[in-house]
């Protein structure tokens, strides 16, 4: 939708997009102290999450907002996406290198959401002066709405709570970032389990998410930051995950070692990002076509697709299309690398059988 705005804008679109940009970074799905989002939300306020974190997920959105700073010349916009990139360099990073597929809905104890939440008394006693603010700011006058307490969720703008406070607007800022500071200190004690398979499609998307930030963010320390971590990745996906002249869908130990269409498509499509930002040397080119026309020969049957190389199991037959998910279509993002790397489609598995 917003390629389409650019291209073609429209009153209606303009302002479904807005909303809708402003609702995911705004209410329950967005993380208000630690950046990032959660997987979805469970009610049709945007206030009650499934408190689960996704590599994938945050790997994409960071890229919509990174498209809708573009489109709307909106740098409010560009701050989700930077909060939201660094939140996963922080909090997904694998040691052994790539980044782990998912922060978990429940605490160290159990509890939904208990990483999250916070007990009125617990607000109070941090706030201390600032409690009064803090009241107005997230609505912690109503009932807490979790068994652990409220999850932090502005009720009105900064700039609506100055004008409240009749306080000057930096001195508000300044105070609620100390206090967010002292609240992440204090979550940081908390324990919360991860999911720490490492996966390449995941891992794909991230690396296409960095390589826009690097091309996107004009501060020398921010795009440097990006490339590095970008560069790093790339390079880790390529020596990790190829084994034996394919692609593996997780690093060892990890996870089922076989790759699916998806594995392929979204690591190509990584590649060809970062690729074309930096002077990628002649294997690396070699490479990238490689694993795109390996993919093409492993899953385009016939004149359809297939999901995985084992159509008996997980993943059914093949279909003549793959739609949209919660992820893009694999066959999509295979064919716009493919476009873009000048290739021509190889003949698929079964063209090849007839001739």
Known sequence: LLRIHA?????????????????????????????????????????TPHFEKLLADNALLARVYLRAAKVF????WQNVAQRTLDFILREFRAAEGGYHVALSALDGAGNDGGYYLWSREELRALAGARWPWLE????????????????PIPRLS????????KQPQATVDAELDALYAQLRQRRAQRTLPVDRQVLAAANGLLLTALAEASAQFETPVD?????RAAAE??????????????????????????????????????????????????????????????AWSRYHVDGQWRLGDDA?????????????TALPAPPAVLMRVTRN??????????????A
């Open 223 to 227: 795009k440097a930051r990006y490339a």
């Open 158 to 165: 900064r700039a609506q709570l100055a004008a409240e406070l």
């Open 136 to 151: 107005r700011y997230w609505g912690l006058a109503a009932p807490a709405p979790f068994a652990s307490g409220h999850l």
């Open 233 to 294: 990745l790339a390079e880790f996906l390529q020596r990790e995950f190829w084994r034996d002249g394919r692609l593996v869908r997780a690093h060892a130990g990890t996870a089922p070692a076989d790759a699916s269409l998806e594995d392929y498509a979204y690591v190509a499509e990584g590649l060809l990002n970062w690729h074309a930002l930096t002077d990628a040397s002649i294997p690396q080119q070699e490479f990238l076509i490689a694993l795109t026309e390996q």
């Open 73 to 76: 010349a909106e740098p409010e």
């Open 341 to 354: 790397l000048g290739l021509n489609p190889p003949r698929s598995v079964g063209a090849e059988r007839a």
């Open 7 to 47: 291209r073609e804008p429209h009153a209606e679109l303009d302002a479904f997009l807005r909303l809708t940009l402003r609702q995911i970074a705004t209410q329950g799905l967005h993380d208000e102290l630690g950046g990032g989002f959660f997987r979805y939300t469970t009610d049709p306020d945007w206030q």
């Open 312 to 324: 008996l199991l997980r993943w059914g037959g093949t279909e003549l299309a793959l739609a949209d």
